[in-house]
């Protein structure tokens, strides 16, 4: 019988889509070291605020271990609920201006719970097409009618908006930005057309919870709707420190409803009080100051006017996330390979992540990242981009 699983691996290795893992030694951050190299700069990293390594929260998550323990071993409901956990929900409620948040382990379990929990058979749901795998998975477990959308298309969303008006309850569900694009999704036409047909607007803000905005409120704060989103799920895994949890923020109807039937809340252990502690000291320190996220924004507009003079194709756009189009699949590859000899881990994309013909390098920029780093980056891809003939 495992036979047949050696065929399906060797078919992934055969297409050229067996994923190595590169094994990191030391702690996560700019510089690190990994099994193979030592001193390479990391450029692919969601630790968009260098809170990845930050030595406040650290000393939050330690302090925590003291005062909390290590471990819950239990769900929320029965007895795995401490003044941290509940501490942290009223954060992250004050930071969205929301009425209400519930945990969950990871963003994808919050997305996991999300639909089925809040749509039934009589209702709809109208998905980006472009929408994480989490999305996707959530909205697989529940029984709502389903409608796609192209991404960011918003005659197509009206479209599928007037297909689903027989619906009880329509929901629209969106990433916040489109992670292989660093594309920040049109809230500012999606809330009016769900206005117009009246309906729920969901919001996955993973990549952009805590810098994006003026005060890193997110996708809805960069086209000034918040007010205007009734759900938004994200993660304390991407730029609030990168430990792991996520949640499930916005209306208070609707977090009640998520309390008392989302499966992945219900059935699975709390998250651990060090990382909720430290949650909070993120989001306090995110409140206090946007000296981080100001930090990004220049790093990030330095970055993709930089690689542009020296004559790369990037996705046009704001978000630290930068896809550097190489288009030829096996380049990106090679040419990420390069990159990492010349001292920056960065990973190619290709299809099926990306359309075909579309294969990129995509750059992750840091608010921990100098301007030393930054050039030493785009020093190593002018080399490289000359060597393939790119620029
Ligand atoms: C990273 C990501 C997730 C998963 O978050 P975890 O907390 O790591 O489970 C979900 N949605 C989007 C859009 C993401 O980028």
């Not at 099994?35 to 929260?57: H, K, R, T, W």
């Not at 929408?131 to 529940?142: F, K, P, Q, T, V």
């Not at 694009?181 to 969901?202: E, N, P, R, S």
């Not at 990382?275 to 000291?281: E, L, M, R, Y």
Request: charged fraction near 25%; charge should be neutral; hydrophobic fraction near 40%.
């Amino acid at each position: 019988m495992v036979d047949s699983y050696k065929k399906i691996i060797s078919d992934i290795k055969d297409e050229g889509l067996y994923k190595a893992e590169r094994t990191i030694t030391s702690t996560q951050n700019i510089e690190i070291s990994t099994e193979q190299d030592s001193n390479v700069l990391n450029f692919c990293a969601n630790n968009y605020l260098g809170l990845a390594n930050n030595q406040e929260i650290i000393a939050t998550a330690k302090k925590a271990l003291d005062d909390y323990g290590f471990g819950m071993a239990s769900v929320r409901f029965i007895c795995g609920t401490q003044t941290v956990h509940k501490n942290l929900e009223k954060v992250i409620s004050h930071y969205f201006s929301s009425d209400d948040t519930i945990l969950y382990t990871s963003c994808f379990d919050a997305n996991g719970g999300l639909f089925e929990t809040l749509l039934t058979d009589k209702d709809a749901v109208i998905s980006d097409s472009l929408n994480h795998a989490s999305i996707i998975d959530g909205i697989r477990l529940c029984k709502a009618e389903r409608f796609r959308y192209k991404n960011s298309d918003m005659e197509d969303l009206e479209k599928q908006l007037r297909n689903s008006q027989n619906a009880n309850i329509r929901m629209i569900a969106t990433d916040g930005v489109f992670s292989m694009d660093g594309y920040i999704a049109k809230l500012d036409q999606i809330t009016v057309l769900a206005k117009k047909y009246d309906a729920l607007v969901m919001v996955d803000d993973c990549h952009a919870t805590g810098f994006l905005g003026k005060t890193g409120r997110g996708s809805a704060e960069y086209h000034n709707v918040m007010d205007k989103i009734d759900l938004w799920t994200s993660t304390l895994g991407k730029a609030l420190g990168g430990a792991s949890g996520g949640f499930t923020t916005g209306k208070k109807e609707l977090i009640d409803i998520l309390r008392q039937r989302s499966r992945p809340y219900l059935f699975s252990n709390t998250l651990s009080p060090s990382i909720a502690a430290a949650g909070i000291k993120a989001f306090e320190m995110l409140s206090d100051s946007t000296l981080l996220r100001d930090k990004l924004e220049k790093n990030t507009k330095y970055f993709r006017s930089e690689i542009t003079k020296i004559g790369f194709d990037i996705k046009k756009g704001t978000h630290p996330i930068v896809p550097i189009m190489i288009y030829n699949a096996k380049i990106a590859q090679q040419m990420a390979s390069d990159l990492l000899e010349e001292g920056i881990y960065v990973v190619g994309f290709f299809y099926p992540v990306v359309p075909k013909d579309e294969a990129r390098i995509r750059v992750q920029i840091s608010a921990a990242m100098s301007k030393k780093h930054i050039d030493h980056a785009i020093s190593a891809f002018e080399k490289a981009g000359k060597r393939f003939k790119i620029i």
